[in-house]
């Protein structure tokens, strides 16, 4: 069963990354196999929850775009060095393929070969040299029989004929000497090896001289002409003259950079060969169209832009959101369940509920946690009663005093220490769209304003070169503070008249506090939107 990756939005927050995890479980006691991930850094905030409650922070996922590892590749197709070029060309043969990677000891990549440099070895080599092993030129010449003195054979292919009765030259290996005068002389003189054709029926006599005088012998059905036309097969495959450098491709690289460096090269096939140096086997390019598409469930959130790299490629097979219905797509039905309830996490709970699966202690924690979070406390008008409902009777399963947990969680993640401002404004951070123009909104929240009001020319800056650099039309930060539920507002001085439009304000100035402001979701991206939209 392929892993199932669960994770929230980018930037994620409390509620994202706590389902996630509550989510995550839900699913394997249910027999999936999940993992819960997160797509960034946690914040504060979250990190004083995990560590609190002691859970490990998810792993972090980087992408879902399919990989040469999700690819229906050929595996272990390869050429051991010493195997023969007999051997390599049926291999291609029968496995149907123009060339292969070739290996070394441990399956360490040494190079390529093709069946053209395997035709120009076949019609162009003249050497009479032979140098491989004693099996591999049984196996070439399709042995009947064979009596094997040496495991290796080296030396120099000759023709058999009468001359060669009083040679002495040991290091030849002689075709066709079915004369049984010129077989006993050459035995007695020990040459390397002799090749007997037309399956030669050998005495006992003979076959005694040979085991005598330890001499290789190969019995083959050829005739003299086809043994000297494919004997030099038998060589190794490494011996063949072949392109100095191969393309290769790693299991672990994206198939989208493996087409566009297929179509520049036009090569039909590519090794797949480890960072290590290890050959996994073969891709040729009309394989990329079969492939495992990576699995993942998201949670608290639903619009592309917001989820993680590659979300197009991957195969989505759940939603649970609490957000309005962006513009994603699926290539078939899914469980999508949305509620228009202040937190992820509210959804969760009913999930299990329907599951009949008791929720753990630590678990019900996690879950709390997301809610309060969301909700700050109750104090955000996306706060639902249901939320209200399900936070008391995880409270019940904790013990957790929800309104001291709750003030001490949101003011756990307020601090600002050591950040730049660029970095404040993305510690929450969204994208939205409307129509042809980007909005991002960011929210941070605080128990004071000082700090960011004595820094607040810093901050525009900042968000006028967010706003230039990444084409956004507008750019906000709202400040929220969690003592008085009100929010301070700060943006890019280009998006003044849209704001003053947003909110019904005469001559916004910067750090204008907006009372009662608290909810990204409802009280300031919709509003902010709507304006854009006519533009």
């Given at each position: 069963m392929d892993t199932i990756y669960v994770f929230g939005h980018k930037k994620p927050d409390t509620d994202a990354v706590c389902g996630s995890i509550a989510l995550s479980y839900l699913k394997n006691q249910m027999g999936l196999k999940t993992e819960p991930?997160?797509?960034?850094?946690?914040?504060?905030?979250?990190?004083?929850?995990?560590?609190?409650?002691?859970?490990?922070?998810?792993?972090?996922?980087?992408?879902?775009?399919?990989?040469?590892?999700?690819?229906?590749?050929?595996?272990?197709?390869?050429?051991?060095?010493?195997?023969?070029?007999?051997?390599?060309?049926?291999?291609?043969?029968?496995?149907?393929?123009t060339g292969l990677p070739i290996v070394g000891s441990k399956n360490k990549f040494l190079g390529y070969v093709s069946l053209k440099e395997i035709a120009k070895e076949l019609i162009i080599t003249s050497s009479n040299v032979l140098d491989t092993s004693f099996d591999n030129l049984a196996i070439t010449l399709n042995a009947s029989s064979v009596f094997k003195h040496n495991n290796f054979v080296v030396g120099s292919v000759i023709v058999s004929h009468e001359n060669l009765i009083n040679n002495e030259d040991k290091d030849l290996i002689v075709i066709g000497a079915n004369q049984k005068e010129i077989l006993n002389a050459l035995i007695k003189n020990k040459v390397k090896l002799i090749i007997l054709t037309k399956n030669r029926i050998l005495t006992e006599e003979e076959k005694s001289l040979i085991n005598k005088h330890n001499v290789s012998v190969i019995i083959t059905p050829y005739d003299i002409n086809k043994v000297v036309k494919i004997i030099n097969l038998s060589n190794p495959i490494k011996s063949i003259q072949r392109a100095s450098t191969a393309i290769c491709i790693e299991p672990n690289d994206y198939l989208s950079d493996f087409i566009e460096i297929s179509n520049r090269y036009k090569h039909t096939n590519y090794p797949v060969v480890s960072s290590k140096g290890i050959c996994e086997g073969m891709l040729r390019v009309i394989d990329t169209s079969e492939y495992i598409k990576k699995n993942v469930i998201l949670v608290d959130h639903n619009d592309p832009s917001q989820s993680v790299d590659g979300i197009s490629e991957a195969n989505i097979i759940e939603i649970v959101d609490h957000h309005n219905i962006g513009n994603i797509s699926t290539s078939s039905p899914i469980n999508f369940r949305n509620m228009s309830v202040g937190s992820v996490n509210t959804v969760i709970y009913y999930l299990f509920l329907e599951q009949s699966i008791k929720i753990p202690e630590k678990i019900a924690a996690l879950m709390l946690s997301g809610i309060l979070s969301d909700t700050l406390l109750f104090a955000s008008p996306t706060t639902t009663d249901t939320d209200k409902e399900v936070a008391e009777k995880l409270s019940k399963i904790t013990g957790i005093n929800i309104s001291e947990y709750g003030l001490e969680l949101l003011t756990s993640g307020v601090s600002i220490e050591g950040l730049t401002e660029e970095e404040v404004i993305y510690k929450d951070f969204k994208t939205y769209t409307a129509g042809d123009h980007r909005v991002g909104v960011a929210q941070v929240f605080t128990t004071s304003f000082l700090d960011y009001k004595k820094n607040i020319k810093k901050y525009i800056e900042a968000l006028n070169n967010i706003s230039t650099n990444n084409n956004y039309k507008v750019v906000c930060l709202f400040v929220t503070d969690i003592l008085n539920n009100d929010s301070y507002l700060i943006y890019n001085e280009s998006a003044k008249k849209y704001i003053e439009d947003a909110y019904g304000i005469f001559n916004l100035t910067q750090g204008h506090l907006l009372k009662g402001v608290v909810s990204r979701k409802k009280q300031m991206v919709p509003l902010i939107l709507e304006v854009i939209e006519k533009v």
């Open positions: 991930r997160i797509l960034s850094e946690i914040n504060l905030e979250t990190a004083y929850v995990l560590d609190k409650f002691k859970v490990p922070v998810p792993k972090y996922l980087n992408d879902v775009k399919t990989q040469i590892k999700d690819v229906k590749y050929k595996k272990n197709y390869f050429v051991k060095e010493n195997e023969s070029i007999y051997a390599t060309y049926n291999y291609m043969t029968e496995k149907d393929v």
